[in-house]
Nanobody, 117 residues
Framework: QVQLVESGGGLVQTGGSLRLSCAAS????????MGWFRQAPGKEREYVAG????????MYAESVKGRFTVSRDNAKNTVYLQMNSLKPEDTAVYYC??????????WGQGTQVTVSS
């Protein structure tokens, strides 16, 4: 099992920034990669960004490319999502997830991000 705990959400004005953190514990060696997802009210959960440990590049959804950046601190087993130039449409609950070689299998509890206009 892998446990994931997100933090860093909050209320920010349009154009502002937030940094989300995702701390992993447990069988962290079983992870094949990490990702960020979000779910806005009344909408399905959508992929935001992610990476595989054995592949160097990080993938981003088109809607956040150039504004969001994923980074990681391996010593702390923590992954970050730096979100800049936030827009009201970025308002959602953001989830951190860890994947096996097959699929995203472990999920955090989510953290709310609200961008006011």
């Amino acid at each position: 099992q892998v446990q994931l705990v997100e933090s860093g959400g909050g209320l920010v004005q349009t154009g502002g920034s937030l940094r989300l953190s995702c701390a992993a514990s447990g069988r962290t060696f079983s992870r094949d990669g990490m990702g960020w997802f979000r779910q806005a009210p009344g909408k399905e959960r959508e992929y935001v960004a992610g990476f595989r440990w054995n592949i160097g590049n990080t993938m981003y959804a088109e809607s956040v490319k150039g504004r969001f950046t994923v980074s990681r601190d391996n010593a702390k087993n923590t992954v970050y999502l730096q979100m800049n130039s936030l827009k009201p449409e970025d308002t959602a609950v953001y989830y951190c997830a860890a994947r096996t070689s097959i699929q995203y299998e472990y999920w955090g509890q989510g953290t709310q991000v609200t961008v006011s206009s």
